[in-house]
């Protein structure tokens, strides 16, 4: 019934959304209230699914992609979750594949009865898209390590990597803007304050 009501035409999609749930039979459990649950039944799963990937000969992105949305399909969209699980939710599934994921998740929640969708789900979209407008990756600061090298006075090394990965977590974190201006400020108190552990200064 999921794969019924999966929006999406991409078969590797449809296909994971047949199979997602298939480490639910070797992971049912039952407690003393009658209680039934499949705890890790997504990690059982994906597993299966290297497996089936490699007997139905799948490319190895076809492999990752249906590996991905089995082994994530379980992801919670409880509106008290920070920036940062977003940010790691993203990461793990990958930006190419958040709509592929939102289709199984549509077709997981038709075919057991629920409604298309839920405040929390639209909610969640929305806090995916929001936070995909902020820096990803060092790569997306608004300097780079020839900033670094000229506000700082130092030479390629491993302090340049240092100090962006520094400059990253602050962004990351809502303590430091993402601006060209705040960040060589930030980079001369770095400068001012040693670093901490990351050696800056003028190198001779």
């Not at 992609?65 to 919670?76: A, C, D, E």
């Not at 809502?174 to 190198?203: D, F, I, P, W």
Request: aromatic share 6%.
């Amino acid at each position: 019934m999921a794969l019924k009501f999966c929006p999406s035409k991409d078969p590797i999609v449809r296909l994971a959304t047949l199979l997602h749930d298939i480490g639910k039979p070797k992971t049912v459990r039952t407690d003393s209230t009658g209680l039934i649950t499949f705890f890790n039944h997504e990690v059982v799963g994906a597993r299966m699914i290297k497996a089936i990937a490699a007997h139905l000969r799948l490319s190895k992105k076809d492999s990752e992609k249906i590996y991905t949305l089995v082994r994530w399909h379980q992801f919670s969209v409880d509106e008290r979750q920070t920036d940062s699980a977003i940010r790691r939710f993203i990461r793990r599934v990958g930006r190419d594949n958040l709509n592929d994921m939102l289709a199984l998740r549509i077709g997981d929640r038709l075919g057991g009865g629920a409604q298309e969708t839920s405040w929390r789900l639209e909610l969640y979209k929305k806090r995916l898209l929001e936070v995909q407008k902020q820096p990803f990756t060092v790569h997306d600061l608004k300097v780079n390590g020839y900033d670094v090298m000229t506000e700082l006075g130092v030479k390629p090394g491993p302090i340049i990597g240092g100090v962006l990965d520094q400059l990253f977590a602050e962004v990351e974190e809502g303590k430091l803007v993402n601006q060209r201006e705040a960040l060589l400020t930030r980079m001369r108190e770095l400068k001012s304050t040693n670093l901490g552990k990351v050696r800056v200064g003028k190198e001779r």
